[in-house]
């Protein structure tokens, strides 16, 4: 087993973390804060993983201008891409720490692996997102909050000032 560099990979199945593709424009930013506050060791690469809909003409593009941007199609299109560019990128590979943001049962099976590969994994979700076998076979989790008007009201009014929440 290759020596493993203490840095974090984040990737994050963005239509899962809020919801649906319908939802990315309105709820990203508020995603987005939850995965920036995470205390994790040396952020190093950012994956967002999506379908086409959910990314056209969206502001998420300019907000997250560092991201790698993943584009699946069709039915787990976005949880596919994300998997296999997880399974062969090196940078993934050779990191202690990787932030799975989405509650997908799609990636168990990654999970399983890299955990069994000594990559420290923690999966990010709100709980009504969350698949019982991806919560079992995490070792470590973090639960976001769910989306309430308040907040989206606050994240509104934010951006229509022009700044984020």
């Not at 062969?88 to 799609?106: A, F, K, Q, T, W």
């Not at 076998?133 to 229509?160: G, M």
Request: proline share 4%; with cysteine; net charge negative.
């Amino acid at each position: 087993m290759a020596p493993k560099y203490n840095r974090t990979v984040k990737c994050i199945d963005i239509e899962n973390m809020v919801g649906g593709s319908q939802f990315v424009s309105e709820r990203y930013a508020a995603i987005k804060d939850q995965i920036w506050n995470f205390n994790s060791p040396a952020p190093h690469m950012l994956y967002v993983a999506s379908g086409p809909t959910a990314i056209r003409n969206n502001p998420m593009l300019w907000d997250w201008a560092d991201a790698r941007w993943i584009e699946g199609h069709g039915i787990d299109g976005a949880e596919i891409a994300l998997c296999e560019r997880i399974l062969n990128d090196p940078i993934v590979r050779n990191s202690s720490h990787l932030l799975l943001c989405s509650g997908d049962h799609y990636f168990c099976d990654i999970v399983d692996q890299l955990q069994f590969e000594g990559i420290d994994v923690t999966v990010m979700s709100r709980e009504s997102a969350l698949s019982r076998d991806l919560q079992h076979c995490a070792r470590h989790l973090k639960i976001v909050p769910e989306f309430d008007d308040a907040t989206l009201d606050n994240y509104r009014q934010a951006w229509s000032r022009g700044s984020a929440a």
